[in-house]
Each structure stands twice: as structure tokens, then as C-alpha cells.
């Protein structure tokens, strides 16, 4: 047993956790932009495109993020190409983040009325000028407090990279606990580190949902 000071546990997890942040960040911002993709594929009505988005997007949500993370890392190598954990667990994470952004950006394209996609067609607007313009604006309105939210929950299901060994918040957690035998000390920490990342998101969506509506 390693005689580990609580100071010298939360210097180790605090160092884990710059990697829970940084992944986060990508599976979001990589969620994003594929998601973004997918979207505008979706309402550009381009030929199979609701098929396949559909289908993507009912894929990412209709399996656990575990499996995905197996598939990502384990399946990749058994087609021979090898992936590290950390990059396995980038692609697993905006795969399934992407998803779930399609989805949510789709209901808030859906929630703007449709007389103001036929005012923007009367005014001979393309699509590119009907989305930048018209329709963009209002869907991000709505879009803004649910894809706070939803950044919670990828800051949390980075937890999962730990299964395929990425060494972020919870496998440096797992490493110190059996390393000192103070599992409660080190979980403790853990929670309430997340908790520290996850709250400040949260209360920015109740933050941005009520000024929005109190602007309606």
C-alpha cells in the first residue's frame, strides 16, 4: 500500500481530469460539426439522406455508449486497424454525441413556425440564406439551453473510456484506490470533482432557458 496524502489524491485526479475535459471537448465540438452535417443534410431533403440519417441517428441512440466504445476500440483492431484508447474513445464519443445533436437540433429547426419558411421561400431566399438568415436564428434560440444540457451528459459519459483503458477521471480514480486501499477518500473526491464540471454546465442551461423565455 502506497501512503498517499488527500493532497497528493486530488493533485493525481485533478492531473486526470485536464483529460475528462479535453475529451469532452472534442466529443463535442466533433459532435458538432457531424451533427451540424447530418442536419442540414437532413432538411436539404438530398437524396436518401432522411433514410440514412434516421438510421444513424437511431443506431447512436438505440445502443449503450459502452458497446460503442468496445466496438471503436476492439472491433477497429480486429478489422486490422489499430487505434489507442485515447483515440477510440474520441471517436466513440462524437459518433455518439453527434447523434444525440442531430436529433435535438432537428426538434428545434421543427419548433420555428413553418410560416416563416414559406415567407423565406416568397422572398426567393436559397436554403443557405434561409437557414443563415431566416431560420438559423430561431432555431438557435431554442437549441441553446438543450445543448448545454446535453454537454453534461457527455462530460459524464467520458467515464466510460476507463472500460478500454483511457487513463481520464475515474481509471486514475481506480488506479489510486487500489493503490492506497482508500476507496471512499478517492471515490468521494471523484464525485465531487464532476460534480464541480458538471454543475456550473447545468446552472448555465437553467441560466440560459430562463432569460430566453423571459425574452419571449
Same mark, same amino acid.
Not at 485533478?14 to 471537448?25: E, G, I, Q
Not at 459519459?157 to 475515474?170: C, N, P, R
Given at each position: ?39 442540414? &443534410?437532413?432538411?436539404?431533403? /438530398? #437524396?436518401?439522406?432522411? *433514410?440514412? =440519417?434516421? +438510421?444513424?441517428?437511431? @443506431?447512436?441512440?438505440?445502443? %449503450? ?56 421561400? &416568397?422572398?426567393?431566399?436559397? /436554403? #443557405?440564406?434561409?437557414? *443563415?438568415? =431566416?431560420? +438559423?436564428?430561431?432555431? @438557435?434560440?431554442?437549441?441553446? %439551453? ?56 447545468? &446552472?448555465?442551461?437553467?441560466? /440560459? ?8
Amino acid at each position: 500500500m502506497v501512503d498517499f496524502s488527500i493532497w497528493d489524491i486530488a493533485r493525481n485526479l485533478l492531473l486526470a481530469a485536464r483529460w475528462t475535459l479535453l475529451l469532452s471537448l472534442i466529443a463535442f465540438v466533433g459532435g458538432g460539426i457531424v451533427g451540424l452535417a447530418l442536419l442540414v &443534410a437532413r432538411i436539404a431533403k /438530398l #437524396r436518401g439522406a432522411e *433514410t440514412l =440519417v434516421s +438510421g444513424y441517428v437511431q @443506431l447512436f441512440q438505440g445502443t %449503450p455508449l459502452l458497446m460503442q466504445l468496445f466496438l471503436a476500440y476492439f472491433g477497429l483492431a480486429l478489422l486490422g486497424v489499430n487505434v489507442s484508447a485515447w483515440t477510440a474513445a474520441a471517436l466513440a464519443l462524437t459518433l455518439y454525441s453527434s447523434a444525440f445533436l442531430t436529433e435535438i437540433w432537428r426538434g428545434c429547426v421543427a419548433a420555428v413556425p413553418k410560416g416563416q419558411w414559406e415567407a423565406s421561400q &416568397a422572398l426567393a431566399l436559397s /436554403l #443557405r440564406e434561409q437557414l *443563415t438568415h =431566416v431560420i +438559423g436564428p430561431q432555431a @438557435l434560440r431554442v437549441a441553446v %439551453p438543450p445543448t448545454v444540457g446535453f454537454l453534461v451528459q457527455v462530460v459524464k459519459g467520458t467515464a466510460l473510456a476507463s472500460v478500454i483503458g483511457f487513463v481520464e477521471l475515474t481509471k486514475a480514480a481506480t488506479m489510486i484506490s487500489n493503490a492506497t486501499f482508500r476507496p471512499f477518500t478517492v471515490y468521494a473526491c471523484v464525485a465531487l470533482m464532476y460534480f464541480m464540471l458538471c454543475w456550473p454546465i447545468s &446552472a448555465c442551461s437553467r441560466g /440560459l432557458e430562463r432569460r430566453l423565455h423571459a425574452q419571449r
